[in-house]
């Protein structure tokens, strides 16, 4: 049972030095990565850089000592901290105390939801955000961050709240920008993109062995820090008007409460609730696409558990809201990471950067930070998924296209809620129009087959309609008009066969649409019947009337019922449906 909310003891129990070598090497390569990421996506959430390294210890922690997955990586991640940065500065200034209060209180309300979302086994609730809407927003969060990173590459003082104002406001200050500071941002830029791309090969052809020459290009971010700090310091920069980090704090985090103002909580509770299903989403489809190259498994709503405790831990530690980050995680799993102590080995390694390395960075110029939140998000810019819904999807485009619109134009949070929403009702607009078909039997087979799409044998006085989706109210008046309208086009017709064989549900709403069916064919002297009705759906209607009244028979197969139906012209007087039911089901 403790196993079961606990995994670490779990693990914990096979734990043995093979594992531990693997996780502490894993650890030191993604600490590596992690402190200039760190760093840079504090400062996208409009936070000083050092809460980025706050956000990255204890939550690291709490994640290995509640997750299930083996390789996540814990963390801020870029898509969180832009819209923490969204939230946050809806209610105060950025650089202020109200904000960094905001900051910690959004991931303590994130922290109790993802919690409890864990324990009443809710984590279905991420299925409201369909692949097409997921994708919208993280294109268009990736087009808004690289474009907010673009005044820090140019040296200018360009904001907005929107991806046309940035570019409105880029483009009115581009005259002040600053030479020194475009150099340095344009060379860490294409060194990092360079290193992305470029550095393993070339290290393969020095000799270095593929999975170390990979190992070594991940550290390209650390190298561009050196640099950068090392030209500062020769060339004098900062009195060349180059903008720096500045002082750090040094030491470990501090313990921090997030604010109890029910004012602010209300204003902070709907963002929050969007960063968790946004970070849970990201988060789950990592950890569950590592797993599965292991043939491990996770458990979905244990995961909701152990983000929640992570979140909870960086409130307490002064930090922000964090989720498992894509980029840092396949890092930990290239490195060999054998189970979640990796994180909390790399927690160490934070810490001990907090407390020994911060002076180091007093000099480190804002615009290599910039460079490297730009090459990490690009990344996650899709341009190929609109054309791919285009040929296979016009619904999920239209989507797609919205949530990415709204993201740009109205923010991230409104990206999210209307691409939900556009999501919802397209869902509601298909499950009110079904797939329906009317069948007939292929020739010297038992198969019924639509009479669009193949040659069947039919005859004039029975109609066979194979419905493919459950039964509802939202389609419960659209299948009245369609199997009337269908009878209507047969005047030689005595009987209508509605084949269930998709259908898994039949709720009251369309219980009372099948009776409506029953009475207006019976009037015209037709008989309804149904064939292959699941086992779950004939119990329910045993429990009504329906049976009792229906002109028909119920048949086991499709095949039984046009086999007998085809010679009977409806000239025999009706065989009672339920007496019918109950020798055949």
């Known amino acids: 049972m403790l196993a079961r909310y606990f995994p670490i003891l779990d693990w914990g129990r096979r734990y043995d030095g093979d594992k531990l070598s693997s996780d502490m090497m894993a650890a030191i390569i993604v600490t590596i990565m992690l402190i200039p990421q760190s760093l840079a996506y504090a400062l996208l959430a409009g936070l000083p850089p050092v809460v980025g390294l706050y956000a990255s210890i204890l939550p690291l922690v709490a994640y290995a000592v509640f997750g299930t997955s083996r390789t996540l990586a814990v963390g801020p991640v870029a898509v969180v901290s832009l819209m923490t940065a969204s939230a946050a500065g809806a209610v105060a200034a950025q650089g202020s105390p109200e904000y960094l209060t905001a900051a ?52 200018v003082k360009a904001g907005g709240d929107n991806w046309p104002d940035m570019l409105g406001n880029l483009a009115r200050d581009l005259p002040d920008t600053n030479p020194w500071t475009l150099a340095l941002g344009t060379g860490a830029t294409l060194f990092l993109f360079w290193v992305r791309k470029g550095l393993k090969p070339l290290l393969v052809r020095f000799g270095l062995k593929p999975r170390a020459a990979d190992m070594t290009a991940k550290a390209g971010p650390v190298v561009a820090v050196a640099v950068t700090i090392l030209l500062v310091l020769g060339l004098d920069l900062a009195a060349k008007g180059v903008k720096l980090v500045g002082a750090v704090p040094e030491g470990l985090p501090p313990f921090a409460l997030p604010s109890f103002d029910t004012g602010l909580i209300a204003q902070l509770w709907v963002p929050a609730l969007l960063i968790s299903v946004i970070g849970f989403v990201e988060s789950v489809s990592v950890a569950q696409t590592l797993a599965a190259k292991r043939r491990q498994r996770i458990s979905p709503d244990q995961e909701l558990i152990g983000l929640g405790a992570a979140n909870i831990a960086s409130a307490i530690s002064g930090g922000y809201p964090v989720t498992g980050g894509f980029a840092r995680s396949v890092v930990n799993f290239d490195a060999g990471a054998q189970t979640p102590a ?19 960075l007093f000099n480190l110029p804002i615009a290599t930070l910039a460079a490297t939140i730009i090459v990490a998000v690009l990344s996650l810019v899709d ?12 619904a999920d485009l239209s989507a797609h296209v919205v949530t990415i619109g709204v993201t740009l134009v109205k923010g991230v949070e409104t990206g999210v809620i209307a691409g939900v929403l556009v999501g919802l009702l397209l869902y509601l607009w298909r499950a009110s129009r079904p797939h329906a078909a009317i069948v007939g039997r292929v020739p010297e087979t038992q198969h019924f087959r639509n009479v669009d799409r ?45 084949m269930c064989s998709a259908v898994n549900a039949i709720d009251a709403s369309a219980l ?17 019947h149904l064939s292959e009705v699941k086992g779950p759906v004939m119990d329910r209607l045993e429990r009504s009337h329906f049976l009792d009244e229906l002109t028909g028979r119920v048949f086991l197969s499709q095949d039984r019922a046009f086999s007998e139906l085809v010679i009977d012209d409806g000239s025999e007087p009706p065989v009672q449906a339920a007496d019918w039911a109950r020798g055949m089901i």
């Open 454 to 498: 193949h040659k069947v044998l039919t005859v004039p006085h029975v109609l066979s309609i194979r419905i493919d989706e459950n039964l509802s109210y939202l389609n419960a008046r659209w299948l009245e008009e369609y199997v009337l309208e269908r009878v209507a086009e047969r005047p030689e017709l005595r009987h209508v066969i509605l």
């Open 342 to 360: 990796a994180g909390a080995f790399t927690a160490v390694g934070i810490a001990l950067a907090s407390l020994f390395l911060t002076p180091l």
């Open 104 to 155: 910690i209180t959004l991931a303590a309300l994130s922290g109790v939801m993802l919690a409890i979302l864990g324990l009443l086994r809710l984590g279905f609730l991420a299925n409201l955000l369909s692949h097409p809407v997921i994708s919208g927003f993280i294109t268009a969060s990736g087009l808004l961050i690289a474009t907010s990173q673009l005044k820090h590459i140019l040296g």
């Open 512 to 528: 009372e649409s099948l009776e409506a069916i029953n009475h207006r064919l019976g009037d015209g002297g037709i008989r309804l």
């Open 383 to 394: 341009l190929k998924t609109p054309k791919r819904l285009w040929i296979y999807s016009r």
